[in-house]
């Protein structure tokens, strides 16, 4: 299975808004609705900031928010803060009842 | 508040099987919830290894599946990863995680380094 496309970088300044895409197949983003997305600092776990494309996990900021529109999901982080400097993977269950995270995207505020 | 650490070796021979165990405390893991392994080799993404839910039904990363192996001890609440057969390239944080029933890593351990040379 492959991974799901990321751009590797994204970057914004303080305030502004930001959106991660996410492409797949069929197979996987476009077939189901279990798509999520982790933000994961340096030399941490990565944490779970979305479920099921567009629900956020209880304490996770109403600053971020999900969707999807065919095989792409995106991740978007609306006024954005320092602390936001992370890195983000999107994730899809496939219709092979396997799992496939993306390849990340760098956010630099 | 559920919380999970990764246990085992730093450090693994090529052609040697690689065995984690990860503790599960403040959830029991007969729960409704899956249980999984994730690693990241340094400085790359996220791989996704498998999951495991308590009724045995188990589910593996088919570029990995002939070499991997999760199990479930209920009666310690720990889950384990056995990874035979093991190469530089397996060399990774590895992570354990609660998975929830719509694929999502809800709860993730620290990860632990484990580094696969001679």
């Known amino acids: 299975q492959s991974a799901l496309t990321q751009s590797a970088s994204v970057s914004g300044s303080p305030g502004q808004s930001i959106t991660i895409s996410c492409t797949g197949t069929s197979s996987d983003v476009g077939g189901h609705n279990y798509v999520s997305w982790y933000q994961q600092h340096p030399g941490k776990a990565p944490k779970l900031m979305i479920y099921d494309v567009s629900n956020r996990p209880s304490g996770v900021s109403n600053r971020f928010s999900g969707s999807k529109s065919g095989n792409t999901a995106s991740l978007t982080i609306s006024g954005l803060q320092a602390e936001d400097e992370a890195d983000y993977y999107c994730s899809s269950y496939t219709s092979s009842s396997s799992y496939v995270f993306g390849t990340g995207t760098k956010v630099t505020v | 508040q559920v919380q999970l650490q990764e246990s085992g070796p730093g450090l693994v021979k090529p052609s040697e099987t690689l065995s984690l165990t990860c503790t599960v405390s403040?959830?029991?893991?007969?729960?409704?919830?899956?249980w999984g392994w994730i690693r990241q080799p340094p400085g790359k993404g996220l791989e996704w290894i498998g999951h495991?839910?308590?009724?045995?039904?188990?589910y593996y990363n088919p570029s990995l599946k002939s070499r991997v192996s999760i199990s479930l001890d209920t009666s310690k609440n720990q889950f384990s990863l056995k990874l035979s057969s093991v190469t530089a390239a397996d060399t990774a944080v590895y992570y354990c995680?609660?998975?929830?029933?719509?694929?999502?890593?809800?709860?993730w351990g620290q990860g632990t380094l484990v580094t696969v040379s001679s």
């Open positions: 403040g959830y029991s893991i007969s729960g409704g919830y899956y």
């Open positions: 995680a609660r998975v929830a029933s719509g694929w999502y890593c809800d709860s």
């Open positions: 495991m839910y308590p009724n045995g039904n188990t």
